[in-house]
């Protein structure tokens, strides 16, 4: 077994040192030292109030635009420190898509128009290849059956979990190489959950995909690394199958077999 | 078995049901005693106006003969000066509030102009009169013109438009902004592209009521030096103008009895055109919302 | 383990499975202690009832199946909580065997009673002992998840091999030299050899226990990868 740390493996994704964040005076983040792996999945677990979400908020920078929120330390992505002063997190954005807990496609578009957002917002749409960028994104977000036949109709009128891959889509039509998930499945039913993990199981081929889960179960069907985090510290991160079989932290195995609170 | 598990009506114990219908009853006595009110009064407006009602009333010009009397000046100048208020409102409006709402969260400067905004809604009208009379007729040297009556409107308005505007943004979610900045949108693009559009139900609504007040605001064009006799058309913005409630009041103030019909004619007319614009506001909000909830 | 799951009903549940296997051990335990009895004494009876009590441990099994199979499908065990049923699964297997390893000897000792005794079985019953307090000392150090005693019980298993070959030995000398013992001795012999194969199994579970109190896996230690070529 080669060890994870040696030069044979390839570089890391993200390489995370030092990371801190604040909401105002108040110390969410305690100094987060990471490495994401490319092309893969990352699972961040914790209890609630424990920092996931504003950890990867700092990922693409979305952190900061919550008043009075600020954050400090390295996030280096493919090598270069998203928040040096030369950086422009809008176009850090684009690299770095993000997909949110409720689904939320825009209401006044269309259901071809809602793919094509994120481009037509940022100005980078090409008329002549919009339909292929439509039905590339469709078809990576496993989508493109069921509304191929009703692109021109509202997003609204499908259902919870067709309206999550079509959020999907609309992130993925931008192009970005790193896929960020917020709790992407908390308010879809389990059939709905099981096809968006499949979908993530087919994309971690193409993107790295970082998620927010508080399912441990999810976190262990889904992912290939985990870190689990508490109160603003990472406690633990490794392999998903040594984190969930052998956590090496008292605090992990306690999280992991229900002992806390 | 224990009393406190009795389903069943007591004895002659329905009053619960009795008080509720009581409770709507007394509502709706009080949504309808108003309308009631506001109908008769048309009513009767319509009755003592409809002798003069017609459309050589429309379009004949103010004469010393209450007959020939016309309010067609005085109602092209209302609706000049609607077309202008609006045109000065809301652009300003809309963008203080996208200002506010928007960017201006974090700053001082902002906090500041919102307490004013709602201190401004309820200064007395006549105050905004001579606001105008000073700033726009004399320092800025409009004259007593169209263009300064309108800008005086519009500062009237301003606060209506601001706040309305305001509501509607806020209808959008946050989680709409942060997904599309999440795209990689800058905050512009969010706001004219999405945001904007689908706030634009609630702030079409706002701005056309917000204007459709203007539309019987007397007092400040008095100062302003709107006319009372207006024997021609404005033919420009910078042009003396008449108005629709200035016409009336000077009806109104005539000893001629026949002159009270055509205020009364003059006030249908008035309320006639509000009911146009108000009627509209819905249409439109109507509409836009359908297209929002189009094909579920 | 000194934290107790939030949920309650979860711990109640792991801890049938220890009571279960305890109850499983326990009688297995005097399988073995009588088996051997029955040999020495020639008591047929006790060898037949001995052989009929063996339903309990199959019932045993069945039950700890069951509940480990629900626990697994309704609890998601994770870690240390995942290792203990799924050793628990292992070791069920590993009693059910010793058990009817037990039986085995009982059948052998009816046959051997209608003979008169071929020499001094003291030997075997000595390794019995030994196996007795291997199985006592296993599941013990399984419920307390104490991997220094299971240590000791995988010691003990050099020991059990050691006294096998010696009776092997002396039985093979005395069938050599007396031929008409040949058909007790080899019955005898296969007693002995059951009991070394129950104390296999009792180092089997030892052998789960370090793991699962470790994290460790000391399982087939030297034998996980081809042997080297010979000659």
Redesign the interface.
């Known amino acids: 077994m080669t060890d994870p740390n040696s030069s044979m493996s390839p570089p890391p994704k993200y390489s995370i040192r030092g990371l801190k964040a604040w909401f105002g005076s108040h110390e969410v983040l305690h100094g987060v030292d990471i490495d994401i792996p490319a092309k893969g999945v990352t699972a961040i677990i914790g209890p609630s109030g424990c920092g996931k979400s504003t950890f990867i908020r700092c990922l693409?920078r979305?952190h900061e635009?919550v008043?009075?929120a600020r954050a400090d330390g390295r996030v280096d992505l493919d090598g270069e420190d998203v928040y040096a002063s030369d950086v422009d997190p809008?176009?850090?954005?684009?690299?770095v898509?993000?997909v949110?807990q409720?689904p939320?496609p825009?209401?006044?578009m269309s259901i071809r128009d809602n793919v094509l957002?994120?481009k037509?917002?940022?100005?980078t749409n090409k008329k002549e290849t919009a339909d292929k960028t439509v039905e590339a994104a469709l078809r990576q977000a496993a989508l493109w059956d069921e509304v191929k036949d009703r692109l021109d109709?509202?997003g609204?009128?499908l259902s919870g979990g067709q309206q999550q891959r079509l959020?999907i889509a609309?992130?993925l039509a931008?192009e970005p190489d790193v896929l960020l998930m917020d709790e992407p499945c908390s308010a879809l039913d389990p059939i709905a959950t099981a096809r968006i993990e499949d979908l993530i199981h087919e994309l971690k081929e193409r993107y790295t995909i970082v998620i927010v889960t508080h399912s441990?179960?999810q976190a262990?069907r889904v992912s290939d690394q985990t870190a689990f985090f508490l109160q603003g510290d990472l406690i633990e991160a490794g392999p998903t199958n040594t984190i969930?079989?052998?956590?090496k932290d008292t605090r992990?195995?306690?999280y992991?077999?229900?002992?806390?609170? | 078995m224990s009393d406190k598990w009795n389903i069943k009506h007591a004895a002659g114990q329905r009053s619960y049901a009795l008080r509720e219908k009581l409770f709507v009853a007394l509502c709706l006595f009080a949504v309808l005693l108003p309308v009631l009110m506001l109908f008769t009064l048309f009513g009767r407006l319509l009755l003592d106006g409809l002798p003069r009602l017609g459309w050589d009333f429309i379009t004949s010009y103010p004469s010393r003969k209450a007959a020939s009397a016309g309010i067609l000046p005085a109602a092209v100048g209302t609706l000049y000066l609607i077309l202008l208020t609006a045109l000065i409102a809301l652009p300003l409006g809309v963008g203080a509030a996208v200002y506010l709402e928007e960017y201006g969260k974090r700053s001082k400067l902002a906090t500041i102009i919102e307490i004013n905004i709602s201190n401004l809604a309820g200064v007395p009208s006549i105050i905004y009169g001579l606001l105008g009379l000073g700033l726009f007729v004399r320092a800025l040297g409009m004259g007593r013109s169209l263009l300064a009556g309108a800008s005086t409107l519009a500062l009237l308005v301003l606060p209506v438009v601001v706040v309305s505007t305001r509501e509607a943004l806020r209808t959008v979610p946050m989680a709409t902004r942060e997904t599309c900045l999440a795209l990689g949108a800058t905050r512009w693009q969010t706001i004219k592209q999405v945001v904007l559009p689908q706030a634009l139900p609630g702030v079409m609504t706002g701005s056309i009521l917000a204007v459709s007040r203007a539309l019987g605001e007397t007092a400040p064009l008095v100062v302003v030096g709107a006319l009372s006799y207006v024997p021609f058309l404005p033919d420009s913005v910078f042009a003396q103008f008449g108005a629709l409630p200035i016409q009336i009041f000077n009806w109104v103030s005539r000893p001629q009895a026949a002159f009270l019909v055509n205020a009364a004619a003059g006030i249908v007319v008035l309320l006639m055109m509000m009911l146009v614009l108000n009627l509209a506001a819905i249409i439109v909000r109507d509409r836009m919302q359908r297209k929002l909830a189009r094909a579920h | 383990m000194t934290r107790v799951h939030t949920d309650r009903e979860y711990d109640n549940q792991l801890r049938q499975v220890r009571d279960k296997l305890l109850l499983m051990a326990g009688h297995v335990e005097a399988m073995i202690a009588s088996a051997v009895k029955a040999l020495v004494e020639r008591d047929v009876s006790l060898a037949r009832r001995t052989i009929d009590n063996d339903h309990k441990v199959n019932q045993f099994e069945v039950d700890t199946d069951e509940l480990c199979l629900v626990i697994l499908a309704k609890r998601q065990p994770m870690a240390s909580d995942l290792r203990f049923i799924t050793l628990a699964l292992k070791m069920v297997t590993d009693l059910e065997r010793i058990g009817d390893l037990a039986v085995n000897i009982c059948e052998r000792a009816m046959d051997l009673a209608s003979a008169p005794p071929i020499r001094n079985d003291d030997d075997i019953v000595h390794i019995a002992d030994l196996v007795q307090s291997m199985v006592r000392d296993s599941i013990d150090s399984f419920v307390h998840a104490d991997d220094e005693k299971a240590q000791k019980v995988i010691d003990r298993d050099s020991e059990v091999d050691d006294r096998y070959h010696e009776v092997f030995r002396d039985l093979l000398q005395l069938m050599a030299q007396e031929p008409t013992t040949i058909e007790r001795g080899i019955h005898l012999q296969s007693v002995a050899k059951w009991l070394e194969r129950m104390a296999d199994h009792a180092t089997n579970i030892a052998e789960q226990v370090i793991f699962m109190v470790k994290g460790k896996d000391i399982r087939h230690v030297g034998h996980l990868s081809a042997p080297p070529p010979r000659g």
């Open positions: 693409n979305m635009l008043a009075s809008v176009l850090l954005r684009r690299r898509g993000m949110f409720k939320n825009f209401p006044t957002a994120g037509h917002l940022t100005h109709l509202s609204s009128g959020c609309r992130t931008v441990m179960q262990a969930f079989t052998k956590p992990t195995e306690d992991i077999t229900g002992k806390f609170g």
